[in-house]
């Protein structure tokens, strides 16, 4: 390797030790400015909410979550482009919140970005050599010897040196991905966040740029935060993943840990939720049902337990496995509405032929079943929220638990009150 981009052995972090680590990290935005929202307060986004986790030097650390959940906005926080609402960030030991001035200048060296779009991140009127000692210049650094870094980093990325004075519009979606990571590589960075860096790119160009980054990163020593909303690209690029739902950690685990063992009804649901090849076998239907809540006003407890498949039922009632199941289809058939109102002896053989509801629970079911037939479905709907789902430990405390893996030895984090119950048995 020549001189120019040989990296400097001046590392406070070794391999395999805590290099980032995040702290109850919250990120709250408020909606609107001006007089009137400071005199009518908007009620505040919570993109991101009480998130911890550590990533280790060298490692990649994948993040997959729908759209939406929060994944952009906590990179942008980890990294202090957002001032956090709450937590902290360590990096290499220091809190990032703590520092100010020439500090925070000299970290964010340390740390850098790759987005998903390409195109838009690339000033299209500057050839790719500049664009690549922009951020050297930006530092300060390696005066003299940049345009000789820009083209041996365009070579390190799988691209032409003499590629050096072109333009962005001269290259494929693809390389221009590649303009980018020799752009973040050019300051000698430990650490790079990125943000659906292949989403936008075919899929065989995407293995193809993912293989560079696997590369890059072992030759550099690099670690990356990675965020995808593509389960089959986290899989294949991290070595530990971790799942968000509407701006919470809900699992993170070892990746085979995570694709084997899951152990949160959220991961399972996506999971089952990617595409299968064979039209014949089960796709995504009925998987993940309901739509995602508001971050405005967030459920109670556990965050997934509006769509949750598996809601514990409630201490009060007596129910047995089956019957539980069949009050919950009941619950969420009333909420959305996905039956007739015929009669009750219809709705009860819909939902409750092979096991009904004894006691307080029948008492419940029986009053919503009469709301319904007098075609009152929000009270229906309100009395059994009310009686089940808000009764439940998923609706009264935030879950967090720690599970023994059966694949490999790491930690594997789930928040999920199932297992609260399973110790308890
Ligand atoms: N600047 C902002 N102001 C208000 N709300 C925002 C802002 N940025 C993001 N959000 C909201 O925060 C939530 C998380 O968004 P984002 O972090 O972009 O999710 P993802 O990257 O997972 O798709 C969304 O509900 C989004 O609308
Ligand atoms: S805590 Fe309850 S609602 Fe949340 S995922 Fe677990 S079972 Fe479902
Ligand atoms: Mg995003």
Redesign the pocket.
Known sequence: MSRAVARHDEEQVDYGETILSVEGLTKH?S?GSGLLSSIFPKPK?K?VDDVSFDIKKGETLGLV?E???????LARTVLRLLEPTDGAVYFKGENLAELSGEAVRNHRKDMQMIFQDPQSSLDPRMKVGPIVEEPMKAHGLYEGEREERARELLEKVGLDPHHYNRYPHQFSGGQRQRVNLARALAVNPDFIVCDEPTSALDASIQAQVLNTMRDLQREFGLTYLFISHDLSVIRHISDRVAVMYLGQLVELAETDELFENPQHPYTDALLQSIPVPDPRAEGRRGVLEGDVPS?IDPPSGCRFRTRCPKLIVPAEYDLTDAEWANVRRFVRAVDRRTFEASTGRAIRAEFFADAEPRGDAAAVVDESIEAILEDDWDRAAALLTESFAENSVCAEEKPAYHVEPEYGRGEHFAACHLHRTKRAD
């Open positions: 935005f909606q986004v993109a979550g759209s939406g959940c929060g994944k952009s906005t971050p």
